[in-house]
């Protein structure tokens, strides 16, 4: 585990930099971390962070690309245009979350 600073303020990642505490995330830091990645957040990837914190305090896991298009009725196409190339890795970054099981 590394501490790294983002957002101005110290946070615990690991080596391939999600975060490590679920607890440090906010909203602030959700932006910042779409930024470091490249995206600018709407109301649409708001909705899908929202499920994945909401769902990963339910569940302990980060939910799957699968569980995220069920659940919130978003298609799995859109879910690659609003995170594209890796949907599940990125928004479990944006989200402060670990990468779901099976994500490379």
């Known amino acids: ?32 971390l779409a930024h470091l990645i490249g995206l600018e957040l709407t109301e649409d990837h708001w909705k899908l962070i929202r499920f ?6 339910v569940t302990g896991e980060t939910a799957t690309l699968r569980r995220v ?16 190339a890796k949907p599940a890795k ?3 970054y944006v989200a402060g979350l670990p990468k779901p099981k099976g994500c490379v």
């Open 1 to 32: 585990m590394t501490t790294t600073t983002i957002a101005g303020r110290q946070v615990d990642v690991n080596e391939e930099g999600f975060l490590t505490d679920p607890g440090q995330w906010d909203d602030q830091l959700g932006t910042e």
């Open 52 to 57: 994945l914190r909401e769902d990963h305090a």
């Open 90 to 92: 990125k928004l479990a």
């Open 69 to 84: 298009s069920t659940r919130t009725g978003v298609p799995v196409k859109q879910l690659f245009a609003l995170f594209p």
